[in-house]
């Protein structure tokens, strides 16, 4: 009975046995919650995974939609015979100029139908120099001779013919400024359609794109380190509650907000070696929890640093540890430290030999 009492500090065994029960059901709780976050965490892995084919699919659509485009301008080219150089060389016209266009092709219609109006009055003309001629000679006052007559009339023809002919030359030239319109009006079709089809790839460049994949990996990368950060924050709450991790405002930089201090930012770098020890241990945690499925995340190794822990945030340290191995992973401890050799069931001790030499010695 005394060595029983002095094994357990002096105190009874049923208290001591109510309180390592309370730890064993803590740690039960911990080991459940993890469990939980890592569900959510896969799900959300699940979901990026997804939204990354989403975008490739976007991406090999928006290719497509370009070729397509690029052919069909090059097929509306050739249909309406305009060379490349000619097309860019209307594209590059101002408005101003095609604003003057469509004033000249209205200028030349309008004196299209004067001449026509022209012709018509002509005719009319020499219709009644024709029936005033007939009366005259009837009544016998027609002054005008035959000679007079016919030279009259082919000054008229001659006008007549020289209005016909402007009015072909006009009706030609408005047609080619019709034409012109009508391929001009198909060139800015295309030119809708390839700003649509820029417009899609520049909305996919600015998401993602870069010369060499850099801002689609840090996208990748920044995602992954925020799922991390909340893991971590998991096993923060067990280890120390005082602290959580926050993403920083620069590239995959981290920050600690110190609860005690009225959620005050600090940097990493400010905290003592044994808070940073515990950090560490809360990412390493949560690193092995979100890769999961790999056989190198199964396994955790951590080297000393448990020496600079008090006592109490040892013991959270140790059952954090427990409840991650009784999730079914390895757990390798390299330590001097007494408390974590009490606690560690299976050890490889190195025992050091009379001769200078050491022995390695598996215990437990």
């Not at 012109?180 to 009006?185: E, G, I, L, P, T």
């Not at 600015?206 to 996208?219: C, E, H, K, L, M």
């Not at 096993?235 to 930089?253: D, F, Q, T, V, W």
């Not at 940073?276 to 199964?298: K, T, W, Y």
């Amino acid at each position: 009975m005394l060595e029983r009492s002095q094994l357990l500090g002096g105190q009874e065994t049923g208290p001591h046995r109510t309180a390592f029960n309370e730890r064993r059901k803590k740690a039960a709780e911990e080991r459940e919650k993890t469990a939980e976050a890592h569900s959510s965490a896969e799900k959300l892995k699940y979901g990026f995974e997804a939204e990354k084919r989403s975008g490739e699919t976007i991406l090999l659509k928006a290719e497509t939609r370009l070729e397509s485009a690029e052919a069909e301008l090059n097929a509306a080219s050739q249909k309406i015979a305009i060379l490349p150089v000619r097309l860019e060389y209307l594209l590059s016209k101002p408005m101003d100029e095609v604003t003057h266009l469509e004033e000249r092709i209205s200028m030349l219609e309008k004196h299209r139908l004067a001449s026509q109006e022209t012709v018509k009055t002509r005719r009319t003309d020499i219709e009644a120099i024709i029936l005033t001629r007939v009366d005259a000679q009837e009544d016998g006052s027609l002054e005008e001779s035959l000679e007079s007559l016919q030279a009259r009339k082919v000054k008229v023809t001659a006008y007549d013919e020289e209005n016909q002919k402007k009015e072909q030359d006009y009706t030609s030239q408005l047609r080619v400024d019709m034409d012109a319109k009508v391929r001009q009006a198909a060139i800015v079709t295309l030119i809708d359609e390839a700003r649509q089809v820029r417009d899609t790839w520049a909305a996919v460049n600015d998401t993602v794109g870069s010369a060499n994949g850099d801002r689609f990996s840090q996208i990748a990368q920044e995602v992954t380190l925020s799922i991390l950060v909340e893991q971590a924050n998991h096993h923060l709450e067990g280890i120390k509650p005082r602290y959580r991790l926050a993403m920083g405002e620069g590239k995959l930089s981290l920050h600690v907000v110190d609860e005690d201090m009225a959620g005050e930012i600090r940097s990493t770098r400010s905290l003592s070696g044994g808070e940073r020890f515990l950090v560490s241990l809360a990412l390493a945690l949560a690193l092995s929890s979100v890769g999961g499925s790999g056989a190198i995340s199964g396994t955790l190794f951590i080297d000393e640093g448990f020496g600079t822990l008090d006592a109490e945030s040892l013991d959270l340290a140790i059952d954090a540890l427990e409840a991650f191995q009784a999730q079914g992973r390895m757990v390798g401890v390299i330590s001097h430290v007494q408390a974590m050799k009490d606690r560690i069931p299976m050890q490889v001790q190195i025992e050091a030999q009379g001769d200078g030499s050491s022995e390695v010695v598996v215990a437990g």
